[in-house]
């Protein structure tokens, strides 16, 4: 199995445990790492069976002054909002220890401007790919509304009620 981490992060696998598809044939990626699994299925010349999207980075509904402000708010300090970042993806629940790299401003405008379309996902289908994606409701990070709507058409999507960014639900 091909995992991606999220932004900024590493040895995040671990939250996906229950939903992962331990195979050779899988490729998963959360939130940032989505955008890069996405794009390595499309582009593999190696056999893929299922591409599995946690929280996959959806910002396209999002206004271009609010990316501007992320963009602005990394490049000031990176530490911070970090920090800011990863409270936001355990919110509403605490927050857990989790690995920090520091990604670079041009990942975090990938992310924040990647677009998710028909064509790509059609790419993906035409494959023989399965497309799986998994939500939580309580995600203050991304559109989960427009994700959904997005991914309905052509995937599998899991939702988890109570689920934030890393799909934990409140104990």
Not at 13 to 19: S, Y
Not at 93 to 117: A, Q
Not at 153 to 158: F, L, Q, R
């Amino acid at each position: 199995m091909t995992f991606y981490s999220g932004f900024s992060l590493t040895n995040d696998r671990r939250f996906f445990e229950q939903f992962l598809r331990e195979s050779d044939y899988t490729v998963a990626g959360f939130s940032y790492g989505a955008i890069k699994a996405a794009l390595h299925a499309v582009n593999s010349k190696s056999r893929i069976d299922t591409l599995q999207l946690f929280s996959p980075a959806f910002f396209q509904t999002k206004k271009s002054s609010f990316k501007r402000l992320q963009l602005t708010a990394f490049s000031t300090d990176s530490q911070s909002y970090l920090l800011r970042f990863l409270e936001g993806c355990f919110a509403p629940y605490w927050v857990e220890e989790v690995e920090i790299k520091t990604g670079t401003v041009d990942e975090l405008d990938e992310l924040l401007n990647f677009v998710w379309d028909d064509e790509l996902i059609q790419k993906i289908v035409d494959k023989g790919i399965k497309i799986e994606v998994y939500l939580g409701f309580e995600d203050k990070i991304i559109d989960v509304s427009g994700a959904k709507e997005f991914f309905l058409p052509s995937a599998t999507v899991t939702t988890v009620r109570r689920g934030n960014h890393f799909l934990q639900e409140g104990k």
